[in-house]
């Protein structure tokens, strides 16, 4: 059984900052890729940024030059470092594991979800 759990959400002023973390547990074999999506109120979920097991990242154009997501495969661990927040970065942030298991093939796995808000 996998888990994907995020942290480090909450509340934050326009310009300002927070780092999220997610870890992944379980009979992991193997991370693929591991990323970060948000979804805002009436809209649909996209993708913020990920990373894979190399370390090459991509990120969504609305959040290059603010936020850096960055990795530690011996934790099984993601990072979204956001800075200069804006009020339109408001969501409940979600995280991906791109996996495989011991004993099944490879799937994405999402955490609960951790809400950011971004308001004065």
């Known amino acids: 059984q996998v888990q994907v759990v995020e942290s480090g959400g909450g509340w934050v002023q326009p310009g300002g900052s927070l780092r999220l973390s997610c870890a992944a547990s379980g009979s992991i074999s193997s991370i693929y890729f591991m990323g970060w999506y948000r979804q805002a109120p009436g809209k649909q979920r996209e993708l913020v940024a990920r990373i894979s097991s190399a370390g090459t990242t991509n990120y969504a154009r609305s959040v290059k030059g603010r936020f850096t997501i960055s990795r530690d495969n011996a934790k099984k661990t993601v990072y979204l470092q956001m800075n200069s927040l804006l009020p339109e970065d408001t969501a409940v942030y979600y995280c991906?594991?791109?996996?495989?298991?011991?004993?099944?093939?490879?799937?994405?796995?999402w955490g609960q979800g951790t809400q950011v808000t971004v308001s004065s």
């Open positions: 991906n594991a791109d996996l495989r298991t011991i004993a099944t093939p490879r799937n994405d796995y």
